[in-house]
C-alpha cells in the first residue's frame, strides 16, 4: 500500500480523572471529532507534513533538525516507533482535524494515533495493537515533553461505537461497554467551557509527582495499592497530599460504581458518581476553574443527572448526562450562567461514542 486516509478520534472521560498514572481505573469514550491524515510513502526516511488548520510545512528526517509547534507530534510518534525497533517508512502527510485544540478533548494525542495508524499500515509495520497506546504515550513523554498518563491514547485506538472502554491501567485490560445513550433517549451533552488553560502543564506533572511521592510513602507501588483510605491518609504528613490520595482512591472506586451501573443499564444512576466526581476535583485535586464549576452548577440546575469536568483540568469541557431533549435547556442554562458571570460564552454539542482509530479508505 502506498498511500491511504487514517483517522483517530479526540475523546471525552466519562469518568476516572487522574487515575491513569497511578495504575488506576479509567472509563472513556470516543468523540465523532477526529483527526485524520492523508498520507503516500516514499522511500527515502523523510517526512513532511501540513495541516489544514495550522500554520506551516513540517520536514524532518536523520541528520535535520526536529521540527517545532504541532509538528513535534508528527515527529513524536516516528521517533517512539524508531526507538522501539521499527522503521517507520518515509512520508508525506496532510493533517485535518475538528477537535478543538486546547479543549481537553485529546486532540493532539488523536492527531498522533492518526499518523501512527498510517505509518503502520503504509509500512506494514507488526505493531499489535495492544502495544500501540504505550508507543504514543513515549512519544508524548519521551519526545514531546508531557508526562501524560495511558488514558487518551488507548482511547483514541481502541474505543468502539456505542461503548465506552473501561480499562484498567495497570494490567491495560480493557472490556468495551455497552453505552447506547440514544436508545434510551439520553445524551452526553459536552460543554466546552473555552476557559485558557492556564498551567495546566505544570500543574498536570505537580500533581502526578505529589502521587508518586505519596505512594512512595506509603509503601505501595501505587495509589492503586491503598487498600484502606483512612489508615493511608493517617499516615501522610500533610494536608496537601491527603486530598490528592483522597481523590485518587475515591476515584477509582466511583469508576467501579459506574461500570457497575453501566453494566445493568442504569444509565441515569451514575449521574450522582459523576457529580462526586467533579466535587472530588474541585475539593480535594484541585484542578476546575470557576468557569468549569459554574458550567456543572448551571447543568445540574437546569436538570441533567450528573455533571463533571472531563480531561486533565484548569479548564477544558464538563460533560453532563442528560435526557436527550433536554440538550437545548441544559446548554441555553450554561449559557445564560456564563453571560451572567461575565464568562466568554460556552460551545456546546452532544457526544455520541464512536470508533477508534481506523482507515479510511480501502
Ligand atoms: C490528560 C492526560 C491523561 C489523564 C488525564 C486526566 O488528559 O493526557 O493521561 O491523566 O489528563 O485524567
Partial sequence: MDSGIWAAPGRVNLIGEHTDYNDGFVLPFALPLRATVSASRHDSPQWTATSEEQPGEVRFGPGTDGPDGWGRYVAGVVWALREAGYEPPGADLRISSDI????????????????????????????????????????????????????????????RAGHALFLDCRSMATEHIPFDLAAADMAILVIDTKAPHQHSDGEYGVRRRTCEEAAQLLGIPALRDVTDLDEALAKLPDEVSRKRVRHVVTENQRVLDT????????????????????????????????EVDTAVSAALDAGAYGARMTGGGFGGCVLALIDAPAADRVSGAVAK??????????????????????????
Fill in 259 to 290: 461500570v457497575a451501573l453501566l453494566r445493568a443499564g442504569r444509565f441515569a444512576d451514575t449521574g450522582p458518581l459523576l457529580t462526586a466526581s467533579h466535587a472530588s476535583m474541585r475539593d480535594d485535586y484541585e484542578i476546575t476553574v470557576p
Fill in 100 to 159: 478543538p485544540v486546547g479543549a481537553g478533548l485529546s486532540s493532539s494525542h488523536a492527531l498522533e494515533c492518526a499518523v501512527l495508524t498510517a505509518l503502520c499500515d503504509l509500512g506494514n509495520l507488526d505493531l499489535p495493537l495492544a502495544d500501540r497506546p504505550a508507543l504514543v504515550q513515549r512519544a508524548e513523554n519521551g519526545y514531546v515533553g508531557a508526562p501524560t498518563g495511558i488514558m487518551d491514547q488507548t482511547a483514541s485506538l481502541m474505543c
Fill in 337 to 362: 450562567a456564563f453571560a451572567d458571570r461575565g464568562f466568554a460564552p460556552p460551545a456546546a454539542f452532544t457526544a455520541i461514542p464512536s470508533n477508534g482509530a481506523t482507515r479510511l479508505t480501502d
